[in-house]
């Protein structure tokens, strides 16, 4: 087996800033490394090929993270350089990966679930995509046997493992349980563009930015600012807390549509949304989108649409339209009882191919970041990952906020193919309150869907991590907890997420694990015990409303810090967040 490994050179944890008078990102000496998550990739691919080739796509100083690839047990290096690779999307980016990956040759391609500077989600599927290959992303473990692969793939459910044969593209999300070592002088081979095709014409629309369908607009500083109080007691705390969260609370949606945005309107368009289930329910996250896909259809002077996905879904059809949704569609088959991305993505490419929307939003969950951007690639559609705000401009066109480091930086995005797709993060929008309301509903004619190419045999549901993104509160705990107060958080009206190294300690799940390694979260209230300083976790908390830490330390991200028995502290703060009306 061969495989190769697909790597990127990112800004070391910490050492980004923002420019206030270029308004852009300082670069000028800021260390660099191999990316975390394509180490991962790197150390599996090590255990599992005969052959392993490690590649990348960047400027001559991209060499350094090949040397570390090399040393963790590549056996060669391939150098994607050329000014016209430079200023890509993730769709420019995986087409010209894919076009070196058919020229080199492999069984396997193995990638980071994502990059740690830009946090797409994008690319190992999309790669997947121009390649025509099956994928399988987010994996936790991967075991070869002869030719055949068993994934396992963490989800917001629990595990699903699938058995995929040869050839496949894998994102890894976690390091293999051993290492190898290799040799850091391995032979790196530079390549350019006229090494892909035969000839690169000027605006070569294959490569680069000519090649890119969305286009960064500005960059923004968008550190939140903490209030950073250190309180004496659990009440004075819990009223800070309270006090925080009005001031900060957002604005409430309104079932009230704004009207077209043009000045001279024209032509009406639709904004619709992918609506994903839990237990037969719509998610939080479908309920934020549709609420959205309200006010940008009123920019547009359409409608909105949700589309539903699965099996048994007149209940969940219902639901859309209580909470706002005027159009319906339904994409109801037993074959799609169960997520299967192979499957998604087929009932999401035809939707797209056979109505047009002008705008389509996609939940940033474990799926949508799975089957929204495959779809993208096979259509060639440009799409923004990961949105932290989407409205619509005065030219009809989506415009999309798209943050990176964590969220302290956000690129203002815009693309230039129609239909304009972004995947969206939970808790960015508030859901509308339901009223009753007869939208439209029709069933889609999906006719025979596509037999998958890889198989899932196990579903598991024992570490689910959805209600992250359900619940108001969420508490974070860190390494040095006790279990026992683990157990008694479990049981508050809260949900429970640790660092990286409280998942390490096996106190909480993987699955659960928040910080730029883990998942991010945004809550009303974030409550961190004993979690530390560390900024590798708290980047994934960037986006909550109010953050408060129980423990001696005071961080610099946190808006309110307390001392004391967090048995005791922890219902008094609970008791500050009233619900959301």
């Known amino acids: 087996m061969k495989a190769i490994c697909l790597v990127k050179q990112v800004p070391a944890l910490g050492s980004i800033e923002f420019d206030e008078e270029t308004h852009s990102l300082k670069r000028e000496g800021v260390p660099l490394e191999l990316n975390a998550f394509d180490r991962f990739a790197v150390q599996h691919g090590a255990l599992l090929a005969d052959e392993v080739v490690v590649m990348t796509m960047g400027p001559p100083q991209a060499e350094e993270a090949l040397r570390e690839a090399l040393a963790l047990g590549a056996q060669r290096a391939i150098h994607l350089s050329d000014r016209v690779f430079a200023v890509a999307d993730t769709l420019g980016t995986s087409r010209t990966l894919a076009m070196a990956i058919e020229k080199e040759g492999a069984d396997l391609v193995l990638c980071g679930r994502k990059a740690l500077d830009s946090e797409t989600w994008q690319v190992p599927s999309q790669v997947a995509a121009f390649l025509g290959w099956p994928h399988v992303t987010n994996a936790a473990a991967v075991e070869r046997s002869a030719d055949t692969l068993r994934l396992t793939r963490q989800t917001d459910f629990g595990e699903e493992v699938y058995e995929a044969g040869l050839p496949v593209v894998v994102s890894v999300g976690l390091p293999p349980t051993q290492t190898t070592n290799g040799n850091a002088d391995g032979p790196i081979e530079v390549w350019q563009a006229t090494d892909l095709v035969d000839q690169v014409f000027e605006y070569d629309k294959r490569f680069g930015q000519t090649g890119s369908p969305t286009r960064v607009l500005a960059v923004r500083d968008s550190r939140p600012e903490r209030a950073g109080i250190s309180v004496a007691s659990a009440d004075e705390a819990a009223a800070k807390v309270r006090e925080l969260l009005a001031e900060r609370a957002p604005e409430a949606p309104s079932w009230e549509k704004p009207g077209h945005i043009a000045e001279e309107p024209g032509t009406s368009y639709d904004c619709w949304s ?104 096979e259509l060639e559609l440009g799409m923004t990952a990961d949105c932290v705000g989407v409205d619509i401009a005065k030219a009809g066109r989506l415009l999309q906020q798209k943050p990176a480091y964590g969220g302290n930086i956000v690129s203002v995005i815009m693309g230039a193919t129609t239909p304009q797709l972004a995947t969206v993060l939970p808790r960015m929008y508030e859901p509308l309150e339901p009223q009753d309301f007869n939208a439209e509903v029709h069933r889609l004619d999906l006719g025979s869907l596509p037999e998958p190419r890889v198989k899932v045999v196990e579903r598991t549901r024992d570490h689910s991590s959805y209600d992250l993104d359900e619940h108001d509160v969420v508490i974070g705990v860190g390494p040095d907890v006790n279990p026992e107060l683990v157990a008694a958080i479990e049981a508050m009206d809260a949900a429970v997420a640790g660092t990286r190294e409280a998942c390490e300690a096996g106190l909480v799940p993987r699955t659960r694990q928040v910080g730029l390694l883990g998942r991010p979260v945004a809550p009303r209230l974030y409550v961190g015990v004993g979690v530390g300083d560390d900024l590798e976790h708290w980047g994934g908390v960037v986006k909550a409303r109010v953050i408060a830490t129980i423990g001696d330390e005071t961080p610099d991200d946190a808006d309110v810090s307390v001392s004391g028995d967090p048995r005791e502290i922890l219902p008094i703060l609970l008791d500050s967040v009233v619900p959301a009306a």
Request: charged residues 25%; aromatic residues 4%.
């Open 274 to 377: 992918v609506c994903e289930l839990v237990d037969g329910r719509l998610r939080r996250v479908s309920l934020e989108l549709i609420a959205r896909s309200r006010v940008l259809a009123g920019k547009l002077g359409g409608r909105a649409v949700a589309l539903l996905i699965g099996h048994e879904l007149d209940e969940p059809a219902r639901e859309a339209a209580l909470h706002g949704a005027e159009v319906v569609y339904l994409a109801d088959d037993p074959a799609l009882a169960e997520y299967h991305p192979e499957l998604w993505t087929a009932v999401l490419r035809r939707v797209l191919a056979d109505h047009l929307p002008r705008a389509l939003l996609v939940p940033a969950t474990g799926r949508g970041r799975d089957y929204g951007p495959r779809t993208a690639g």
